[in-house]
Nanobody, 125 residues
Framework: VQLQACGGGLVQAGGSLRLSCAAS????????MGWFRQAPGMEREFVAA????????YYADSVKDRFTISRDNAKNTVYLQMNNLKPEDSAVYYC???????????????????WGQGTEFTVSS
């Protein structure tokens, strides 16, 4: 599967943004789809994922109640709706996919086989 992420830009603190990750080559519904982010000098960290096996979403504590991951199987696209953005949310955001990941590995970027190219946004204070 090939992944194409988009939706980055510049947004003010408290604002909202939606990222999209379009999948091609195979239906995204066949995969667990995740979002990760990486700020300069930092390791890539888990943001959210839709775990295929359970059909539910999981979130990092830092984004819970602010971010929502969703998927549109008809469009083969996964979204990350981000509300009440904070400057510390600024990063390059990557979408990822895997069709065999287990729940205990959901937050480990090394367990995902497929990655999009990343989309960057900055939250100004």
């Amino acid at each position: 599967v090939q992944l194409q992420a988009c939706g980055g830009g510049l947004v003010q603190a408290g604002g909202s943004l939606r990222l999209s990750c379009a999948a091609s080559g195979r239906a995204s519904s066949s995969y667990t789809m995740g979002w990760f982010r990486q700020a300069p000098g930092m390791e890539r960290e888990f943001v959210a994922a839709f775990f295929r096996s359970y059909g539910r979403a999981y979130y990092a504590d830092s984004v819970k109640d602010r971010f929502t991951i969703s998927r549109d199987n008809a469009k083969n696209t996964v979204y990350l709706q981000m509300n009440n953005l904070k400057p510390e949310d600024s990063a390059v955001y990557y979408c990822a996919a895997d069709n065999s990941i287990i729940l205990s590995s959901l937050q480990n970027p090394r367990q995902y086989d497929y990655w999009g190219q990343g989309t960057e946004f900055t939250v100004s204070s």
